[in-house]
């Protein structure tokens, strides 16, 4: 037992006494922050576009095409601001700001709608705002706008130069009596082009109900209906039975643990298998085996890695979770639900599964890596036996990939029976509540595959360790049906 504490000591101070290691292991949190600043910023800092309009019809579509962007741009309030009330429990206000912002022209009811929520937010109507503006035409044709659509002319605004983005033209003919066309050399950005097509259909149908003899007050008192539906849970009283975000909180939070525990594993056992291949290939291995049995440096390296992975996720974890305290210290009055945040992952249900599949399938994939590090002495000859493991375990990501808004399909159900992909799979469907028996029958399943890949895996890296197998007897090993003069 000594022996491996010792093993286990050199090979996790080999990682955590290093600068580079607590560097790296506090930016992940610096990095994420400014990845999610980079995010807003680039979506805050869009140009501003210039179009022009050319109405051959006399229709009024600058209007309408103003109306259009207005209206996007109400929604986009809308979705926010129902999205903080959501999260902070003022669902009732909802109705009130919807109400709010649709009263006025543009988002000159942002503020009464901010007012409404009855909460502190930080946003403001600007984040909202189009940044599509319409100008007087410089010419009244295509042909005479092409060098301004080109670059070779600029737009003189309020004193400053500025390119003309797009043209929209309407004029009479076509199917419907109005044809429209959208000249830009963007080949990218579809919004304006979006609404300019939407004030055309929206156009058309008004004069189709029209011809049919319904007025216009009946057209926006029928436009203006915007019915919805709660969702609630017949496990609860009707007075309570409506379902918010900390009731979608557990099943977020089994998908990020699934995740989590996806990349964890891939990460530490390829940290496993590249410092078995150096330690090999400097002939640190033999000085190893000089003192110790090779179950014992197996075991060591196992568990010294292991302690790593748990000092990255006590880290990580206990910033996320100070975060989530203290931003809920600060918003009490808010009401912001990192209490619930913060009892999902917390909760006991889906934390000791998630340790438990997280020790299974750690043994099983590291045991495998470093039977293959054993055997190689470059990272080149590693890759060859590497990329059939590599696959399989991309399959448990893909699939939680493609059902992630499913977590109950059927084909998630019978793909986490395959034993190697136990842990990650189950760890998703946890919170669908399968049935006791086929968690049962799962984890058995597991287990027993795990012993039979880490007795196998063992085998292997003593051979591999003790110079009795390489990658070229591996490779020899799987050339089925070739004879040796072939």
């Known amino acids: 037992m000594r022996a491996i504490y010792l093993m286990a000591r050199r090979e996790y101070l080999s990682y955590v006494a290093t600068w580079g290691f607590w560097l790296s292991l506090l930016a992940m949190p610096f990095i994420m922050a400014v990845f999610i600043g980079i995010s807003i910023l680039a979506e805050n800092a869009q140009p501003t576009r210039y179009y022009v309009v050319l109405d051959e019809t006399g229709t009024g579509f600058e209007a309408l095409i103003d109306e259009e962007l207005n209206d996007g741009a109400k929604e986009e309030a809308i979705a926010a601001l129902r999205g903080v009330a959501e999260a902070a429990g003022r669902a009732d206000a909802i109705p009130a700001i919807e109400a709010a912002i649709n009263a006025e022209p543009g988002l000159e009811g942002f503020p009464e709608a901010v007012n409404a929520l009855g909460v502190p937010v930080d946003i403001s109507a600007a984040q909202f705002r189009s940044n599509y503006v319409r100008v007087d035409p410089p010419a009244e044709t295509i042909d005479g706008l092409r060098p301004y659509l080109l670059g070779e002319q600029t737009l003189s605004i309020d004193g400053e130069q500025h390119p003309l983005f797009a043209a929209v033209r309407f004029l009479p003919g076509g199917e419907y009596g109005i044809t429209a066309e959208y000249w830009s050399t963007n080949r990218t950005s579809g919004g304006l082009r979006t609404s300019a097509r939407d004030a055309l259909r929206n156009h058309v149908r008004s004069n189709a109900l029209a011809d049919a003899g319904i007025s216009e007050a009946v057209l926006g008192r029928i436009y203006a209906m915007s019915p919805g539906i709660t969702e609630n849970s017949p496990e609860r009283g009707r007075e309570s039975s409506e379902v918010n975000l900390a009731d979608r909180l557990p099943f977020i ?10 990349m964890m594993i891939f990460s530490v056992t390829n940290m496993l298998l ?3 291949i150096e330690e090999k290939g400097n002939k640190i291995l033999e000085t190893l085996l000089a003192t110790a049995r090779y179950h014992e440096i197996l075991i060591g390296k196992l568990l010294g890695l292991a302690a790593v992975s748990a000092t990255f996720m006590l880290v990580w974890g206990g910033i996320g979770s100070g975060g989530l305290a203290g931003l809920q210290a600060f918003a009490v009055a808010a009401d912001l639900p990192a209490a619930d945040i913060l009892s999902a992952v917390f909760d006991p249900g889906l934390l000791i599964p998630a340790i438990g599949y997280f020790a299974v399938g750690y043994l099983m994939y590291g045991t495998v890596y470093l039977a293959i590090g054993s055997l190689c002495d470059t990272l080149q000859e590693a890759q060859s ?4 493991m590599i696959l399989v375990m991309m399959v448990p990501f893909v699939i939680i ?12 159900q019978y793909a986490s029976w395959v034993p190697i992909w136990t842990p990650f799979l189950m760890m998703a469907r946890l919170q669908t509540d399968p049935a006791l028996i086929e968690m049962i029958a799962t984890s058995i399943g597991m287990l027993v595959t795990a012993a039979a890949i880490i007795s196998l895996a063992s085998y292997v890296f003593r051979q591999g360790s003790m110079g009795r ?6 490779k020899r090993l799987l050339k089925f049906g070739k004879s040796g003069n072939a």
Do not use: K, R, Y
Not at 469 to 474: D, E, P
């Open 253 to 262: 939070v089994g998908i990020a643990f699934s995740i989590g525990l996806w």
């Open 274 to 276: 590249t410092a078995m």
């Open 385 to 388: 036996l590497m990329s059939p």
């Open 401 to 412: 990939m493609a059902t992630i808004e499913n977590p109950d399909s059927l084909f998630l």
């Open 469 to 474: 197998a390489n990658a070229s007897s591996i």
